[in-house]
């Protein structure tokens, strides 16, 4: 059984930053990458940002240049700054782990943590 376990949300003011933290724990054999996504209100859960064990970070156009993905891939930890915030960041946001194989890759979530940017 794997566990992701984020914290850091909250609510902040446009232009302003927060950083979220993820730790995955349990059985984790190998994560091939690990990132963060979001679900705002009424709309699919989307990519913010993702960082393969090999191949290029991938963000997401709207937060490209503004928020920045950390990982450390031995302790399966993985970080998002946040940083000139705007009113539609405002999501949930959800710590992401895929391993498995590339034919059979598993995917694992974390809780979601709540972000607001006021404006």
Do not use: H
Request: aromatic fraction near 8%.
């Amino acid at each position: 059984q794997v566990q992701l376990v984020e914290s850091g949300g909250g609510l902040v003011q446009a232009g302003g930053s927060l950083r979220l933290s993820c730790a995955a724990s349990g059985s984790i054999f190998s994560a091939n990458a690990m990132g963060w996504y979001r679900q705002a209100p009424g709309k699919e859960r989307e990519l913010v940002a993702t960082m393969p064990n090999r191949g290029d970070t991938k963000y997401a156009a709207s937060v490209k240049g503004r928020f920045t993905i950390f990982r450390v891939i031995a302790k399966n930890t993985v970080s998002l700054q946040m940083n000139s915030l705007k009113p539609e960041d405002t999501a949930v946001y959800y710590c992401n782990l895929i391993t498995g194989s590339d034919s059979a890759q598993i995917n694992y979530w974390g809780q979601g943590t709540q972000v607001t940017v006021s404006s």
